[in-house]
């Protein structure tokens, strides 16, 4: 029904950028709230940011003041720009909207990226 395609992985040197892209298709009718997490070796999945369609942001403590995170409505496209990057950065990031379809338009409903590696090197 929906896909969500994230790009933007890789290995970067401690201090480094990035930048990850999602970006949903399918049968959608909006998209409330985009946001990204990520797992790193031997952890949970944790919330890095998240942000709703009006554009209210939350981020984790831990990245607040280096990433940030965008979204453009009308391409249905979140980003995560981060920057001064840290070791302990390294995981899989996962993308995840919630999704009002046009199958069903009274329901709100999770969808989830593949997932890509950031890998951070000291």
């Known amino acids: 029904q929906v896909q969500l395609v994230e790009s933007g992985g890789g290995l970067v040197q401690a201090g480094g950028s990035l930048r990850l892209s999602c970006a949903a298709s399918?049968?959608?009718?909006?998209?409330?709230?985009m946001g990204w997490y990520r797992q790193g070796p031997g952890n949970q999945r944790e919330l890095v940011a998240a942000?709703?369609?009006?554009?209210?942001?939350n981020y984790a403590d831990s990245v607040k003041g280096r990433f940030i995170n965008s979204r453009d409505n009308a391409k249905n496209t979140v980003y995560l720009q981060m920057n001064s990057l840290k070791p302990e950065d390294t995981a899989v990031y996962f993308c995840?909207?919630?999704?009002?379809?046009?199958?069903?338009?009274?329901?709100?409903?999770?969808?989830w990226g593949q997932g890509t590696q950031v890998t951070v090197s000291s």
């Open positions: 995840d909207m919630v999704v009002v379809t046009t199958l069903d338009l009274r329901l709100n409903q999770n969808y």
């Open positions: 399918g049968r959608i009718f909006s998209i409330n709230a």
């Open positions: 942000i709703t369609r009006g554009g209210t942001i």
